[in-house]
Structure formats: structure tokens, C-alpha cells
């Protein structure tokens, strides 16, 4: 096993280009590592132990990503916060908890119950809690040991100017950010805002060449046009994940970015982000897996076992198999090379008297009338009927007749897709910034 003080702090030495973007202007690696010396000290002279659970609210920039690093040196477990957050620490109090706007390190006086992150903590290795989006429910909380996930970067690899769209307290912003400053060339770039102004602006402004993101994010930017008024030359690669691509929509990006590489990934929070293999540039297909990580296939549902699974949910049962498996509740299709297809998740399944349908497949073929934009498919309840679906459609009009668009729709479904897939209801939008949830993925509770 590493000892992560030696290889970020090595990695983060050897760059020769600037390491971080952030407040409109790079940061080069001794202003970095100045930076991170700083927290050091402060972390230290507060006699913080390791072990210590810190938390702290910022998106990224500068002096958020050093005191991240920082705290990963000094073998603490760091709980990162968005705005408005804070009343996550209701669910798991922390031992310190650090103003970034003021850099003050305040004291908590709690006492550590949970036997799960004890046992952890007399480890003294650097950890991470993130907590799930808790769509349905209270969030669960994941402790994450941070020395496997930044194992997976020992190889070295190819980096890339990278703009960090998903944020602090996703798994997969944490990895995006320790990619970018761990990789040779690499280097992180923080954004204001992630509205696809500001995003255009600022791959023309920091160059940026690669953009990780959702297939939602990447349709609003579309429908947007900001791409337009920018020069994005710089961006060299596209990564999409955290939910399932619309044909139509992959089709429509490679249509308008012709010179720009799309790369599907996949994880969970529960085991992070698996290297993935496309089938070809305008396929959905995709080999999963890389170093560290087993994959099978159970009733077409996705199985995987992982060296960084987490260590474990601190306020839920654990969702792994005495063997380390766990189901991930994607339902896919295989061919024969072994490629896999991402259906949906079994959770989001609507079934339509006895007829199982997935929402993306309807999406998909709404989303190729010229008069949508966005679409999100629902699934309701009734009392007698059972479920049934409905689609919330954001049109590219200003002026329509809501009634005139819903027999529309309806006629172009019967013609494109079973009669069953149809859905019940129609609601008519303009605004398909409705459909987006805070990690740019569209909602699927209304």
C-alpha cells in the first residue's frame, strides 16, 4: 500500500505546468504545495488527530482543494459539503468543522458512537464520508478508506486540462480532481457556475480539454447554443455518466462536436468510478471494469466486486455479499464480446399490466421530435389501474397550444414506439431546467 503523503505530495512536485484554475487564473505547483504546507500547519497546531473527522461547505476552488489535499496528509476523514448542506452533520456530527471563507478550524465537542468508523478511525488512514443524493429517503452515509481510491492512480496515465463539473460531494468529482492533479499534464479547473455560459466561457478562457459531466447537462448545453459563441477547440474529450445516454441525444452531440472523442464511464458511490472500454465512438456499449475491480452478470443486473468498495454505510445495512459482491440495480444487455448495455435502474422499471418498461426508452424516442427539447418520463399510481406513465415534455416554442402538442406527441408515440409504451398524460413545459437536480442528472421524483 502507498503512503499517500509520499506519492500526492511526489505527484504534485513533479508537475511542470500549472496545477489549478481557479478565481480566472492558474495556480502553478509551489503555490499549490505553499498552500497545502499552510493547512498543514493549521491542522497542527489545532492538534488535530489523525483519525479526526473534519468537515468543511465549499464548491472548489484554490484553497478548498489545498485543504482537501491537506487533510488526506494528515490522515483525517474529511466530510465535503456543498452550499447548504450543513444540516447533513445532523446525521453524523464531526469533530471539527472549518470556515473556508475565514480559514478558522472550530471545535466540535462530539463523541464518535458508530463501531463501523471507530474501528476505522483506530486505522489512522485518510478517510471519506460522502452521503447519497436521498431521493427516497434519508440520505445514507458512506465512508469511503481514501488510500484505495487514490491507489487506482498509481499507473501513470495521459492527464488532461479538466474541468471539474461534478462536485465535492460526489465520488465522482473526487475523482475527476485527484485525476487531474495526479496525472502528468493534468490539471484541475474550477468552475464560478455550472450553467453552459459560464462552462463555454471557461474551457475558451483555461483552454480545458476535457469535459466530464451527464447526458442531461450536455442536452441543456445543446439546447442552449452557448457552444456557439465560444471557441471550445481546446476540449479534446467528452465523459458522460451518473445516469443512462439518450441514443438520440449521442447522436445529436457527435453530430454538432465532430472533432471532440465521447467516452461513457460508470460507478457507484459505493465502490467509484470503473475504467470502461467503448464499442465503437457511436455505440452505448461498453467493456467495464480495469484494475481492481470484477464484474458478473445475475438476471441481467449488474454485479460488482471492487479492492476500494467502501467501507461501509454507517447509518444503513451493508449492501455487499459475504464476498464483496454487490448488485448495483442497473439492469444491461450483453453480447457476445462480452459488451454491456446500460438498460436502466430496476427501481425505475414502470410496469404496464405486466409489461415492464424503462422511462429512457420512451425518452428516447421523444426526444427525436423536432419540437422537443427535454423529456422526462414519470411513473404514477392509481388506486385501481395500477401504474401508468406520464411525460413532462419542454418544448422549443415560446408560443404553443398545450392541448394542439399533447395529441401531437401522442400520435407521433403510437407511430414510433408498442401501444403500452404510450404515455397517459402529457404536461407541457418550456423550461427544461425543471428536470435537473442538483448533480446536473435529470429527477426522477417529481
Same mark, same amino acid.
Given at each position: 500500500m502507498i503512503l499517500n503523503s509520499d506519492f500526492l505530495i511526489k505527484a504534485i512536485s513533479k508537475k511542470n505546468n500549472n496545477v489549478i484554475w481557479s478565481n480566472n487564473k492558474f495556480y502553478n505547483n509551489k503555490e499549490f504545495l505553499n498552500k497545502i504546507n499552510f493547512w498543514r500547519n493549521k491542522i497542527r497546531s489545532a492538534k488535530i488527530k489523525s483519525g479526526s473527522l473534519i468537515a468543511f461547505e465549499s464548491e472548489f476552488n484554490f +484553497?478548498?482543494?489545498s485543504f482537501f489535499i491537506s487533510s488526506i496528509i494528515e490522515k483525517l476523514i474529511v466530510i465535503p459539503l456543498t452550499k447548504n448542506q450543513k444540516d447533513l452533520l445532523d446525521l453524523l456530527p464531526?469533530?471539527?468543522?472549518?470556515?473556508?471563507?475565514?480559514n478558522i478550524i472550530i471545535k466540535k465537542n462530539v463523541k464518535i458512537k458508530n463501531k463501523i468508523l471507530r474501528k476505522f478511525q483506530f486505522k489512522k488512514r485518510p478517510g471519506l464520508i460522502i452521503f447519497s443524493?436521498?431521493?427516497?429517503?434519508?440520505p445514507k452515509i458512506i465512508l469511503h478508506d481514501l488510500l484505495l481510491i487514490i491507489k487506482k492512480f498509481e499507473t501513470p496515465r495521459p492527464g488532461f486540462k479538466t474541468l471539474l463539473m461534478l462536485k465535492f460531494d460526489h465520488l465522482g468529482g473526487i475523482n475527476t480532481l485527484l485525476a487531474s492533479l495526479i496525472y502528468k499534464d493534468g490539471a484541475a479547473i474550477c468552475l464560478s457556475n455550472? +450553467?453552459?455560459?459560464?462552462?463555454c466561457k471557461t474551457i475558451t478562457k483555461a483552454k480545458a480539454q476535457l469535459l466530464p459531466t451527464t447526458p442531461t447537462f450536455l442536452n441543456i448545453l445543446l439546447i442552449s447554443k452557448w457552444y456557439l459563441k465560444y471557441k471550445l477547440d481546446s476540449l479534446k474529450l467528452i465523459s458522460y455518466g451518473a445516469e443512462k445516454m439518450p441514443e438520440e441525444l449521442l447522436?445529436?452531440?457527435k453530430k454538432q462536436f465532430k472533432n471532440i472523442k465521447f467516452k461513457q464511464t460508470y460507478g457507484l458511490s459505493e465502490f467509484?468510478?470503473?475504467?470502461t472500454k467503448t464499442k465503437d465512438d457511436n455505440s452505448l456499449s461498453m467493456k467495464i471494469g480495469g484494475e481492481g475491480f470484477k464484474t458478473k452478470i445475475i438476471n441481467n443486473t449488474l454485479y460488482v466486486k471492487s479492492v476500494s468498495n467502501m467501507v461501509g454505510y454507517l447509518n444503513a445495512k451493508q449492501p455487499f455479499d459475504r464476498y464483496g459482491w454487490i448488485n448495483t440495480g442497473d439492469k444491461v444487455s450483453v453480447d457476445k464480446k462480452g459488451y454491456i448495455t446500460i438498460l436502466g435502474r430496476d427501481s425505475e422499471i414502470i410496469n404496464i399490466g405486466g409489461e415492464k418498461v424503462f422511462p429512457q426508452e420512451i425518452e428516447n424516442v421523444l426526444l427525436k421530435n423536432k419540437n422537443v427539447n427535454e423529456v422526462r418520463i414519470l411513473k404514477k399510481r392509481h388506486n385501481l389501474l395500477g401504474e401508468y406513465i406520464v411525460a413532462e415534455v419542454a418544448v422549443n416554442k415560446s408560443k404553443y397550444d398545450k392541448e394542439e402538442i399533447? +395529441? +401531437?406527441l401522442r400520435k407521433f408515440c403510437l407511430k414510433n414506439m408498442t401501444k403500452y409504451k404510450v404515455p397517459s398524460k402529457f404536461i407541457i413545459l418550456n423550461k427544461e431546467e425543471n428536470f435537473i437536480n442538483d448533480r446536473l442528472k435529470k429527477k426522477r421524483i417529481n
Open positions: +484553497n478548498s482543494i464531526c469533530n471539527y468543522y472549518v470556515n473556508l471563507k475565514t443524493s436521498g431521493s427516497s429517503g434519508t455550472r +450553467n453552459p455560459q459560464t462552462v447522436k445529436k452531440l467509484g468510478v470503473m475504467r399533447s +395529441n +401531437n
